[in-house]
């Protein structure tokens, strides 16, 4: 089955700082990939996705990355907010069905 | 526009009790999924309808029904509630190709 592993389960940065999530995953069958924010006492939040025939989208001050070749993805935040500290996951799925989440990412912004 | 609404938003029950989670989406999302996360955990998918009318079981089904009452509503429930389904369940929607799944803010539920 699907595993998803992710590299840190903590990212401290300063405000303003650029930021990196990483994410490896197992299945070379997903065709989409999504990144999810969430936000304490909150559900995931949809962020950004990536389909596999991209190895680049970018959003609103993030960017994300595929590497098909060693099944990893990254999630990259712009001049980083205290508004985005949050927990981040990936979700690699087939056709939008079946989302398999790790453990998450908890990013730390500091003042 | 509400997205994905789950009832309640907390509830505390003892062991052997039952009870039903309650999701309605506002989308026209064909697909819907029911959730659970555990502390330090990713979401858990339980069950899920790709469309009104059908049912599958997830990664964790057991312990748990679930009805899809139309297009819009789908509800999870405990017939015989235990400890270890205390969790935050998550409700989502989905409409297929390029319509990722929009969650709920979820149930906190604890089973003492």
């Known amino acids: 089955g699907e595993s998803v592993g992710l590299h840190l389960p903590t990212l401290s940065v300063q405000e303003g700082d650029n930021s990196i999530i990483n994410c490896a995953y197992s299945?070379?069958?997903?065709?989409?990939f999504i990144w999810y924010k969430q936000e304490s006492g909150k559900g995931p939040q949809f962020i950004i996705d990536?389909?596999?025939?991209?190895d680049k989208r970018q959003g609103q001050r993030v960017t994300v990355l595929l590497n098909k070749t060693v099944k990893h993805l990254s999630l990259q935040i712009a001049a980083t907010q205290p508004g985005d500290s949050a927990v981040y996951f990936c979700?690699?799925?087939?056709?939008?069905?079946?989302?398999?989440f790790g453990t998450g990412t908890r990013l730390l912004v500091s003042p | 526009n509400a997205g994905v609404t789950q009832t309640p938003k907390f509830q505390v029950l003892k062991t052997g009790q039952s009870m039903t989670l309650q999701c309605a989406q506002d989308?026209?999302?064909?697909?819907m999924y029911w959730y659970r996360q555990d502390p330090g955990m990713g979401l858990r998918l339980i069950y899920y309808s790709a469309s009104e009318g059908t049912t599958d079981k997830g990664e964790v089904p057991n312990g748990y029904n679930v009805s899809r009452l139309n297009k819009r509503e789908f509800s999870l429930r405990l017939e015989s509630a235990a400890p270890s389904q205390t969790s935050v369940y998550f409700c989502a929607s989905g409409g297929g190709s390029d319509q990722p799944q929009h969650f709920g803010d979820g149930t906190r539920l604890s089973i003492l």
């Open positions: 989308m026209n999302h064909n697909s």
């Open positions: 990536i389909r596999s025939n991209m």
């Open positions: 979700a690699p799925t087939r056709g939008f069905q079946k989302l398999v």
């Open positions: 299945n070379s069958a997903s065709d989409y």
